[in-house]
């Protein structure tokens, strides 16, 4: 175990900044349980950071920071149960290589593939469609070091309470050490890319998730195009699937999705006046595209234009209605969008404080680069997503507090229950986390 006294912390967005008092790496749980004890005693905090790809300030630490790296591989596969025991600072991108090369695969994913397993399980992270949305839906046990430093087993047979609630547990729980994946035989997805005019597109939205696997679609503001992008498995090995070949995903995925469209952004940041002709250059530059690849060369893309994003979770029935209004606001504000607004879709789930529990959920994505102010823009379309009963992303931005994230929450006491029980000493706080959970 290491420890030092760093210099400073910031996350990607380079939005939240921290100075913490100290540094540890830890290596293992007993190694977690020794620092957590350590920092109780004298009634400090510490929170574990992750890679910095939240939001939010959700990971900010106020004291002591723990750093992920020291918690990293893969503990074991057991094929038999089909499950792949990680630990819980390994970055998703490392697990998906390790899967691959063991001929599995996890059921779904986001389209980031940065994030510690930790950090995106603990905030809600999410793909689109399938069985299980969520990365935490795909947990069958956690092991996690609770506020008193000793080390506690869940799943679903043992401590089963907790593991309701601690799969998204915000890292208000206790810090997680490791993590144990449902997977899957490694498979062939089949990737369909293409355009269509908003109102075909959201006139058959509930037809496009019924014929697919997995829907992704993105509006571009200042337009009337909407790609539709759709993933489906193929009853195939992974030799047979026909990936883009490496010159076309340079340019679609490097020179295209991050070169240009970075210079898009930083011109449209100069001149906003050229926002609307910029987006429907860039929306008509939009071709048809198909491929197949095993499952995380689909589901994952680089994304080197730093970002700042806000995501909702609306009701399925309310998805649409909700998209149209955000696009009439931007209309009527004539704010100045560069970024597509993504559209998702989550089946329900049982998780206490998953943005999708209880409920099928539309996910409705909003974004600006980093250089333009997100204030207006993110605060008035949230006003329309609260209207439709939305739920924010937990590492993602909001201005949501305890008073009225709880009502959104049927489990909402079942959550603090348990938290009162594994950290009632709040070692596991800072801010953010006494604005959206109370003290």
């Given at each position: ?217 993105y509006w571009f503001p200042h337009t009337d195009v909407v790609q539709v992008k759709t993933n489906n498995r193929l009853d195939a090995e992974p030799s047979v699937a026909e990936p883009l070949g490496r010159v076309r995903r340079f340019v679609d995925d490097e020179l295209l999705a991050n070169g240009a469209f970075g210079v898009v952004n930083a011109v449209g940041n100069r001149a906003p006046r050229l ?165």
């Amino acid at each position: 175990m290491s420890d030092t006294t760093p210099p400073g912390w910031r996350n990607w967005s380079r939005l939240e900044k921290a100075r913490p008092a100290r540094v540890v790496t830890p290596t293992d749980a007993d190694e977690v349980g020794v620092i957590v004890r350590e920092v109780a005693e004298r009634g400090g905090t510490l929170k574990v950071t992750g890679t910095g790809h939240s939001f939010t300030p959700i990971a900010v630490p106020e004291d002591v920071l723990l750093r992920p790296e020291g918690l990293s591989g893969v503990v074991g596969i057991d094929r038999e149960a089909m499950t792949a025991t990680v630990r819980a600072g390994t970055p998703l991108h490392e697990l998906n290589a390790e899967l691959t090369r063991a001929g599995l695969s996890l059921h779904n994913m986001g389209d980031i593939d940065r994030q510690t397993v930790s950090g995106a399980t603990s905030t809600g992270t999410h793909g689109t469609g399938g069985v299980a949305a969520s990365l935490a839906m795909q947990l069958s046990a956690l092991e996690l070091v609770t506020g008193d430093g000793s080390v506690l087993r869940a799943s679903r047979t043992e401590n089963a309470d907790v593991f309701a609630v601690a799969r998204v547990g915000l890292g208000a729980l206790g810090v997680l050490t490791e993590l144990t994946f449902d997977v899957e035989p490694l498979g062939v997805l089949e990737a369909h890319e293409r355009t269509m005019p908003w109102d075909e597109a959201l006139a058959s939205y509930d037809e496009i998730l019924a014929a697919n696997h997995h829907a992704d679609l993105y509006w571009f503001p200042h337009t009337d195009v909407v790609q539709v992008k759709t993933n489906n498995r193929l009853d195939a090995e992974p030799s047979v699937a026909e990936p883009l070949g490496r010159v076309r995903r340079f340019v679609d995925d490097e020179l295209l999705a991050n070169g240009a469209f970075g210079v898009v952004n930083a011109v449209g940041n100069r001149a906003p006046r050229l926002v609307p002709p910029l987006a429907r250059l860039s929306a008509g530059l939009l071709s048809e595209r198909r491929y197949s690849d095993v499952p995380h060369r689909v589901f994952t893309a680089p994304r080197r234009v730093v970002f700042r994003e806000m995501e909702y979770a609306v009701p399925r029935e309310a998805g649409m209605a909700a998209l149209r209004e955000a696009r009439a606001l931007v209309e009527k504000e004539g704010w100045r969008i560069s970024f597509p607004v993504e559209i998702r879709y989550a089946p329900a789930d049982d998780i206490a404080l998953s943005t999708a529990s209880a409920r099928d959920s539309v996910y409705l994505a909003f974004h600006v680069n980093r250089r333009t102010d997100h204030t207006a823009y993110f605060r008035g379309v949230e006003r329309v997503m609260r209207e439709h009963d939305g739920r924010p992303h937990w590492g993602k931005l909001h201005t949501r507090t305890a008073a009225d994230l709880a009502p959104a929450y049927p489990r909402w006491d079942e959550f603090q229950a348990v938290r009162d029980r594994l950290d009632p000493r709040r070692v596991f706080v800072n801010a953010h986390l006494r604005t959206i959970l109370g003290p």
